[in-house]
């Protein structure tokens, strides 16, 4: 005998919904070892009902929860139709490869640059390359890129026949990195500017290819790349797209620049009190300790903790495993009885620097900070103490880059270190110093003559135009002003580094004199980025200013 049907309320919500379902008896409810023998006759039980009930195994035990049409819902059904109606998401089409139009001062820059986009495609406006030929005469540096630039070319269009017009890729002479092509304009572009914009200047004629390609190529992205910032504005005044070139960049933010130095936590020395290890050996003191701040310290950083109440901690990582890391306890060069060539450091940077410039296993060491924080008399007075007094080099090398801050004052007579003696007023001034605190009290005024004549002896002023081809053997080379030198340069320089050769780089990335670097671009914070976390090399970021109260407040209000 059939079950009374569903009450009203239930039976109108469901046919409201969906009439099939109120026909469904309540035969369909959840079957149990004890009901399971009950019958349904064909006139009452539905074909749903049925389908529910056979899914059962017949020598179950425990009961199996199945769907019962007072569990489905208007709403639920709603749900499972809307669900039904909407269509499977197609993958998203992938995006056309970018055409990027190139200023002549980005080859000029980078003559690698034709091969730092990617799988975008590369334009090159004829007015670049007769830019190219006008630039590649000389022995400058931007003359060398040229030339270089020319090669590349060369070698790409190279048994290209006529098919020039269609596009060259850029993968044909081994870079596999360049998944592009790159395009020669071939045709002439038939582009009105405004009046404003005369034709034949240069930038003008690659705006109004530009213009044309713009036009022309609808579907794909066009951008012009110019290091040229007057270039840039003036494409986005006309509507067209222009970037910087940004490939050439070490980091995006200077803010982000490895500082060399990192504070351990307040809790430092609690939470190591039952792992620390320490011990001592060639007069230092070594610890051992463990935490997860580890994973964020590298080889040759300086570590300090400080605590008023109790001695500080001023140390170096001298080696990383896992999570435990070895600190080295530095010698405090602030205390008179450790004085370099009589000078002693006037804070917790200056103790850093000191120690980095002084131990014999960091053969790379890059000092950085803003005028006065006493970069260039650390490290004088530390290659003094180690040609002079331990003789572990033969002699000080001092070289820099001579770009001027305002107009040039001309050719220099003499040999190649008197051409150099005006750019090197830094170095009198330091060494005037150092002659005032290590040997100008002694001997009277023959004995400071006899001991200046000897520093000068031992300190060689050479020119970075000749440093190309030579090899510095047990040499403490000082390179000032590196800022100014470009990654390509500084890596001439670092290569020439014999045995037992010591370099030291310092400069200040927020005064830059070269045309087109920037504090991201500049080789000093190239040779940073790159060395840090290596055995034999070391970094300080030298804060505070030391070399009077008027220059120190002149850094800030002006």
Request: net charge neutral; proline share 6%.
């Amino acid at each position: 005998m059939p079950l009374p049907p569903p009450p009203k309320s239930m039976g109108s919500l469901l046919t409201q919904a969906t009439p099939s379902i109120t026909q469904a008896p309540p035969a369909a409810r959840k079957t149990t070892a004890r009901n399971k023998t009950r019958q349904e006759s064909p006139e009452t039980a539905p074909a749903f009902a049925s389908a529910q009930t056979a899914t059962l195994p017949a020598a179950s035990t425990r009961p199996s929860r199945q769907p019962t049409p007072r569990e489905i819902t208007p709403a639920v059904v709603d749900r499972c139709a809307q669900k039904a109606e909407q269509p499977k998401r197609t993958p998203a089409a992938p995006q056309p490869a970018k055409l990027f139009v190139l200023d002549t001062n980005v080859l000029l820059h980078d003559p690698m640059s034709l091969y730092r986009f990617e799988e975008h495609d590369i334009y090159l406006p004829m007015v670049t390359l007769e830019e190219l030929d006008a630039h590649k005469k000389g022995l400058s540096e931007v003359a060398r890129n040229g030339r270089q630039v020319s090669r590349e070319l060369d070698a790409l269009v190279a048994d290209t026949g006529s098919a020039i017009d269609q596009g060259i890729a850029l993968s044909r002479t081994g870079h596999a990195e360049a998944k592009g092509r790159l395009f020669f304009q071939t045709r002439a572009h038939e582009v009105e500017l405004p009046i404003a914009l005369p034709q034949g200047k240069a930038d003008n004629q690659i705006l109004a290819v530009l213009q044309d390609l713009t036009h022309i190529h609808t579907e794909r992205p066009v951008v012009l790349v110019s290091k040229d910032i007057n270039m840039r504005v003036k494409a986005r005044a006309l509507g067209l797209h222009a970037e910087d070139y940004a490939n050439d960049k070490t980091l995006d933010d200077a803010d982000l620049l490895y500082t060399g130095m990192m504070m351990l936590p307040p809790d430092f020395w609690e939470r190591q009190a039952k792992s620390v290890e320490s011990w001592q050996q060639g007069g230092h003191t070594f610890y051992r300790v463990q935490g997860k701040f580890v994973g964020q310290m590298l080889v040759n950083q300086a570590v300090y903790w400080e605590n008023g109440s109790a001695p500080p901690l001023y140390a170096r990582v001298k080696e990383i495993r896992a999570n435990t890391a070895v600190l080295q306890v530095m010698r405090d060069h602030t205390h008179l009885k450790n004085a370099v060539w009589g000078i002693t450091a006037r804070n917790r940077e200056q103790n850093f620097a000191l120690n980095l410039l002084l131990d014999p296993d960091v053969d790379f060491v890059t000092l950085a900070g803003q005028a006065g924080t006493g970069k260039t008399l650390l490290a004088l007075a530390a290659g003094l103490s180690q040609v002079l007094d331990t003789r572990r080099y033969n002699e000080i090398i001092v070289t820099r880059v001579t770009v001027p801050v305002g107009e040039d004052i001309g050719y220099l007579p003499g040999t190649e270190e008197e051409k150099m003696s005006p750019w090197m007023g830094a170095l009198d001034d330091n060494l005037e110093v150092l002659n005032q605190s290590e040997g100008g009290n002694s001997g009277g005024e023959w004995g400071r003559a006899a001991t200046q004549e000897l520093i000068r002896s031992k300190i060689k002023i050479k020119s970075l135009n000749f440093m190309r081809g030579r090899t510095f053997l047990n040499k403490y080379v000082i390179i000032d002003e590196a800022q100014n030198l470009t990654p390509k340069q500084m890596k001439t320089l670092i290569t020439r580094a014999g045995p037992g050769t010591k370099l030291v780089c310092m400069g200040n990335i927020a005064q830059i004199d070269t045309p087109y670097l920037t504090e991201g671009s500049s080789g000093m914070t190239y040779v940073v980025d790159r060395f840090k976390g290596w055995g034999h090399s070391g970094h300080v970021t030298l804060a505070r200013g030391e070399r009077s109260r008027l220059a120190d407040y002149a850094s800030e209000v002006l």
